[in-house]
């Protein structure tokens, strides 16, 4: 990149990152998505994509100074760079059927060149914990930015999807799906879907599977939760009951439509986790783990890079919903995903790169003011943070 084109880039980042990203709901995916038009949602994505690009990008630059010079963390600040820049060209173009096919093709590019991205993260983190020491501010650092990044990626990539399949030419497989939406979701079979994949991994290396209760009370994000869940529950009773038991007590999955949540509960006998163990489980520093070698490619990873729980948890809170874990050591553990009822209630939640967010990072850790005798000390902020 020339000098010339750097100070540019570095004015139309402070440009945009001025502006708040704008949420929509879920009503206001489907409602457009109705009436469905291409100039309209063009006018709208040419500023909107920039604005999240460039909050984020800010808070890029804010990481603490040894993350940001690994590799790949400097790989995907250049990713987003590319992007940025390709976007901002339509600023100014003029509306006209060129203009929107072009804007098309960009956003397939983009999407297809942050493919990897979360992978990629997840090596910069490894890059650092095999290189520095990390120290608790430097972890509470990561955890805030790799949970905000990994929204606004998640909310990026749902804007990206709807224009594409809206108006990428390309007729989605299902006509009552409006983009990625579908209005008519039925859970149920979601779960089945996510089970019946989750379980053919499980035989693969298990040999054996535990079988799946479902009880009706009343997307695809839904399904990455669901499949996520049902990998850590299935390993969890795999391994609690060793591979010669002959039989599993069963995974129950619970559905409630409530007036105001829609909740899916999954539980396992699967033996749980001491609580002071469950923090970890959302820790994306404790959750990095060694690529698993290609070598033994055969043992199929039921648990992946382990960035399954913190990402399922952001995709269930990105309409503002959650993702929680209740768990009795010794026994089982239940997983609940939250769901929001109500479509106009169902919006977007959005990282906002402003005053708050750059004080995180330059914040250091409170003093303690709780405190037992096994010498660990809380702050107050840590104590509501979890
Ligand atoms: O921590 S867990 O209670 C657990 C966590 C999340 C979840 O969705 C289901 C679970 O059951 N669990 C995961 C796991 C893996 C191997 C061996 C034993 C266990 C216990």
């Known amino acids: 990149l020339t000098q010339k084109c750097l100070g540019n880039m570095a004015k139309m980042l402070d440009f945009y990152s001025q502006f708040n990203p704008s949420p929509l709901s879920i009503k206001q995916f489907i409602d457009f998505g109705l009436s469905a038009c291409e100039r309209k949602s063009f006018i709208f994505l040419r500023k909107e994509l920039p604005v999240r690009l460039a909050n984020i990008m800010k808070e890029i630059h804010l990481l603490p100074e040894n993350l940001l010079r690994m590799p790949s963390v400097g790989i995907v600040n250049n990713l987003y760079v590319t992007s940025f820049e390709e976007i901002i060209h339509f600023e100014k173009a003029d509306v006209n059927d060129t203009t929107l096919d072009t804007f098309c093709q960009a956003l397939v590019k983009i999407r297809n060149r942050h493919t990897d991205v979360v992978q990629t993260m997840a090596q910069g983190v490894l890059e650092l914990k095999e290189s520095h020491d990390v120290d608790a501010q430097t972890e509470n650092s990561i955890q805030y930015f790799l949970d905000r990044f990994y929204m606004s990626r998640i909310s990026i990539r749902m804007l990206i999807n709807q224009h594409t399949l809206l108006f990428g030419g390309v007729l989605n497989g299902h006509n009552r799906h409006i983009g990625c939406i579908d209005p008519y979701c039925d859970v149920i079979s979601v779960v089945k879907d996510a089970y019946e994949n989750a ?81 970890n489980l959302f820790k994306y520093m404790y959750s990095t783990a060694p690529q698993p070698s290609k070598s033994d490619a055969h043992t199929v990873p039921l648990a992946g890079y382990g960035y399954g729980l913190p990402l399922s948890r952001l995709y269930a809170r990105y309409f503002m919903g959650d993702l929680v874990l209740l768990s009795c050591e010794g026994f089982g553990t239940d997983a609940i995903i939250y769901l929001k009822a109500l479509s106009n209630e169902a919006n977007e939640l959005l990282p906002i790169f402003n005053k708050t967010s750059t004080k995180f990072y330059r914040t250091p850790l409170p003093t303690a003011d709780w405190s037992n005798q096994c010498g660990n000390s809380m702050s107050t902020r840590q104590m509501t943070m979890s």
């Open 199 to 279: 379980r053919f991994l499980c035989d693969q290396y298990y040999m054996a599977s535990p079988d799946l209760v479902v009880q009706q009370h009343n997307g695809n994000h839904l399904y990455h939760m669901l499949f996520e869940l049902f990998k850590n529950s299935m390993r969890a009773v795999m391994e609690h009951r060793g591979q010669d038991a002959d039989n599993y007590p069963p995974l129950e999955v619970t559905v409630v439509r409530g007036k105001e949540d829609i909740c899916v509960k999954m539980s396992d006998r699967g033996g749980g986790i001491p609580r002071s163990q469950m923090d």
